[in-house]
């Protein structure tokens, strides 16, 4: 009768922990059902936020545009001495004028493209090509920009790489962003365009330049939105920090992926890889 006695006295002790964590577990769960409707509602909050900021950047970007063309207009108007000679002072100033406008637009431009990114608006539209007319538009496109006598733009010719099946237009946007920045930090030697294929079925675009360089702490950040590395040429050299976070956001919509190497005061590599075929055009019928 005591071992009796004493079990029930067990047992009675074990229902009561028992209950006692029972309780524990639904005021738990209790806790977890409220954090989850809590996080659903701070996504929701969270995506609200993002498309509003998308609609404002793209509202923005538009808007800009129309000043932005007629400071434009008019610089050249007044370069072409259409309304008489100018001296070499205000010839000097209206340039000033006409590059800073340029500049603006391409930070608008910038703008826009990440805006359309983020709301899903921009489309891919592949279409089969050759490398050597892509590096061909591209030299053309910055024969007159380079005007440093220190500094060379070299495009190697590309071997071994076929036909590529992609949107020429989106991965010429990545390399022209990378190029204009090679070409911004880079005071004398070269930027060099190259093209290999890295694997069966991907290439690899490189551009590499003799430039100030990056330091290794601001690697993870640099294809951040607005993330721009802390130096005194940057504080020089205006800009939005949106493009190679732009090429970035583009080359994933491409299937590939972007990457750099960098060290200070000895150039920088970056590079984008990206399949030789875009994924979602595979299904289509498309001949060579």
Request: hydrophobic share 40%.
């Amino acid at each position: 009768m005591s071992e009796l006695a004493s079990l029930q006295s067990e047992l009675a002790v074990s229902q009561r922990e028992l209950d006692d964590l029972r309780a524990e577990l639904e005021e738990t769960n209790r806790g977890v059902v409220a954090l989850y409707a809590e996080l659903d509602a701070q996504a929701n909050e969270l995506r609200q936020a993002t498309e509003l900021k998308s609609r404002f950047l793209a509202y923005m970007s538009h808007e800009f545009r129309t000043p932005i063309g007629s400071i434009q207009s008019i610089a050249r108007i007044m370069l072409d001495r259409i309304d008489g000679p100018l001296t070499d002072e205000q010839e000097r100033q209206i340039r000033f004028i006409q590059e800073n406008a340029a500049e603006f637009a391409d930070m608008v431009n910038d703008l826009l493209d990440l805006a359309k990114v983020e709301a899903g608006k921009i489309d891919i539209s592949p279409a089969w090509f050759e490398m050597v007319d892509l590096f061909a538009a591209l030299r053309g496109m910055f024969k007159p920009v380079v005007t440093n006598p220190d500094l060379v733009l070299v495009f190697e010719e590309p071997h071994d790489v076929p036909k590529l099946y992609t949107d020429d237009r989106k991965l010429a946007q990545i390399l022209r962003n990378f190029i204009s920045n090679a070409l911004k930090f880079t005071a004398k030697g070269e930027v060099r365009v190259t093209a290999a294929r890295s694997s069966e079925h991907e290439v690899t675009f490189s551009v590499s330049d003799t430039g100030i360089g990056i330091a290794h702490e601001f690697h993870h950040a640099i294809f951040r939105d607005f993330s721009q590395v802390d130096s005194p040429i940057q504080k020089r050299l205006r800009g939005t920090g949106l493009g190679l976070s732009l090429s970035k956001r583009l080359a994933e919509l491409l299937g590939g992926t972007v990457d750099l190497k960098s060290e200070p005061n000895k150039g920088s590599t970056f590079f984008v890889t990206i399949p030789l075929r875009v994924e979602h055009a595979v299904d289509e019928e498309v001949t060579q």
